[in-house]
């Protein structure tokens, strides 16, 4: 599955927005007592996750971004990063490499918008590996499946129910988990004894957030097209009414996220 940098670059600020306070500083909160840190980011895209974390850290810090897009890497790699924070970029496929991306010393993995694409047997060995390890994750942004809209449309319930199958289906990693990555993630953590800390990050785009409604629409209407289970007219009649609903300046739109920082017994 391919992610576009237009998509991500679109999807950045809204996810800014969205991301959980509480959880981000439990993050920092855990690194208070370290002067350098080194951070692996998994599927980094172009780079969100540090931009959005890193002048938030007061340590000196070091991230080494992963991704399997040399496209996204590219992007990423033209960032300027304030002093005292440096990043490097590695092409790995994590679905086949995983432990090769958390080589080397650690104190943090980080990730966002992954999880909900993975299989629960990848999720398993990215589990283990960090326990086994001892370092902590925060992992933003997965998608958990609640999602309001409005104006209500009578097809929105089956073009959910579509979206949701779609989200479940093979991005790489064997059957995806979809909505329910978080909690599965959330609940392996705990029983190796991590603390988890979770709560919401959801999106919400008001009426004049128009460009980003347009594009999770029509990404909504192509998965439910690609299941294949709903009739091709019933799909362009509810896109055309959310269309319709966008340029009127009435739709809004508001996506469960769940962000969660699971930390090994011990630190903070
Ligand atoms: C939804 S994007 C999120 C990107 C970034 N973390 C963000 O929040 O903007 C998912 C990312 O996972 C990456 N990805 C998907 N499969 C991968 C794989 N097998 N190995 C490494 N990265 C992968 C994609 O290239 C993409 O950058």
């Not at 990848?122 to 998608?143: C, D, F, N, Q």
């Not at 999602?147 to 059957?175: C, L, V, W, Y």
């Not at 008001?206 to 299941?227: H, K």
Request: with cysteine; aromatic share 8%.
């Amino acid at each position: 599955m391919s992610f576009s940098k237009d998509w991500l670059a679109l999807r950045e600020p809204y996810d800014a927005r969205a991301r959980n306070v509480s959880v981000v500083e439990a993050v920092i909160a855990s690194l208070a007592d370290k002067s350098t840190i080194r951070i692996v980011d998994l599927a980094c895209g172009t780079g969100s996750t540090m931009r959005a974390l890193a002048p938030k850290i007061p340590a000196a810090q070091h991230w080494q971004l992963v991704d399997n897009n040399l496209s996204l890497l590219a992007r990423a790699s033209e960032m300027k990063p304030a002093v005292g924070v440096t990043f490097s970029t590695t092409p790995i496929d994590i679905g086949y490499d995983l432990e090769a991306a958390l080589d080397g010393p650690v104190d943090l993995i980080t990730t966002s918008a992954l999880l909900d694409l993975v299989s629960e047997l990848w999720l398993e060995r990215l589990v283990t590996e960090i326990g086994a390890r001892k370092i902590p994750l925060y992992a933003a942004l997965s998608y958990d499946g609640r999602i309001e809209t409005t104006p209500h449309h009578s097809h929105d319930g089956a073009i959910m129910a579509a979206m949701n199958t779609h989200q479940r289906g093979d991005k790489g990693f064997g059957p995806a988990l979809g909505p329910a990555a978080a909690s599965v993630a959330i609940s392996r953590f705990e029983s190796l004894g991590y603390r988890v800390v979770h709560g919401p990050a959801d999106w919400r785009f008001d009426p004049t957030d128009r460009d980003i409604q347009r594009e999770t629409f029509s990404g909504w209407a192509s998965a439910a097209r690609d299941v294949d289970n709903l009739p091709l007219a019933d799909i362009v009649e509810w896109l055309t009414f959310r269309r319709d609903a966008i340029a009127a300046g009435r739709s809004s739109l508001r996506v469960g996220h769940i962000d969660f920082f699971a930390a090994p017994a011990g630190l903070r």
